[in-house]
């Protein structure tokens, strides 16, 4: 099997792959600069690396890039920078995954193809009745219109539930929310629900990113755990000590 990641030479793209080169997996990856990633990773004969900016490729170069994959992973985000947050593209997450599977449509697969979507806690899922209070409410509306790369995340989330319901078999989703993401050398313990335990904005949680990293490589590999959670939208946490 095969796995393209998005966003690889990111904080959490880059544990990723490394998570699934460690279990076997052939991995296709797209980055901005081969330099961001590490040398044990560049020299590894099962990663493929792909140098471009996903959203400059053209749709023949997407449609390579996805050809032959079983699952395709997105860990593509903002920069925490004023033009990270507020330049352009604003719609990075929601075009990329938008042509992404459309790229997918077109290989017509046999079998549908995983995709897993990192997202947030932040992001609500109405669609499974998830009810927050209304000073949370409140407060992520103003999120939503102050900060867009959260209207990004929760744009990109609702085109994957609109498009690939039920009745569609080319793709399958799993949109993944983790907390506060925090720094931790190895995996660790943690637990997944189906719906945030804890408010994101007034009781926040954490999860590390190699969890994150751990628990997407599992859904992709294992489909124990890709049938527990497909199309719904599993939080992590760490486990509490």
Avoid at 38 to 65: F, G, H, R
Avoid at 143 to 168: C, F, K, M, V, W
Avoid at 198 to 211: Q, V
Wanted: aromatic letters at 6%.
């Amino acid at each position: 099997m095969t796995t393209l990641v998005v966003g690889a030479s990111g904080a959490t793209g880059r544990l990723l792959v490394e998570q699934l080169l460690h279990q076997g997996e052939m991995v296709k990856a797209i980055v901005r600069s081969e330099d961001s990633l590490p040398d044990s990773l560049k020299t590894n004969n099962l990663l493929t690396i792909t140098e471009a900016s996903l959203l400059d490729m053209t749709d023949e170069e997407l449609l390579e890039q996805v050809k032959g994959c079983s699952a395709v992973a997105s860990c593509l985000g903002h920069n925490f920078t004023l033009k990270g947050m507020f330049g352009h593209p604003r719609s990075l997450v929601t075009n990329a995954t938008q042509r992404l599977c459309h790229a997918i449509e077109k290989t017509q697969p046999k079998v549908p193809v995983k995709f897993i979507l990192m997202n947030t806690t932040g992001n609500q899922n109405k669609q499974a009745g998830e009810e927050i209070s209304t000073a949370q409410s409140i407060i992520i509306g103003l999120i939503r219109h102050l900060a867009p790369p959260h209207a990004d995340n929760e744009q990109a989330a609702a085109y994957l539930q609109s498009s690939y319901g039920t009745n569609r078999n080319i793709i399958e989703w799993i949109i993944v929310r983790p907390d506060g993401l925090i720094d931790e050398k190895s995996v660790t313990n943690y637990d997944t629900y189906p719906s945030p335990t804890r408010s994101a904005i007034f009781d926040a949680g954490k999860t590390s990113r190699i969890n994150v990293a751990h628990f997407m490589s599992q859904l992709s590999l294992n489909d124990d755990t890709w049938h527990k959670w497909k199309n719904q939208m599993p939080v992590i946490y760490n486990a509490s000590m």
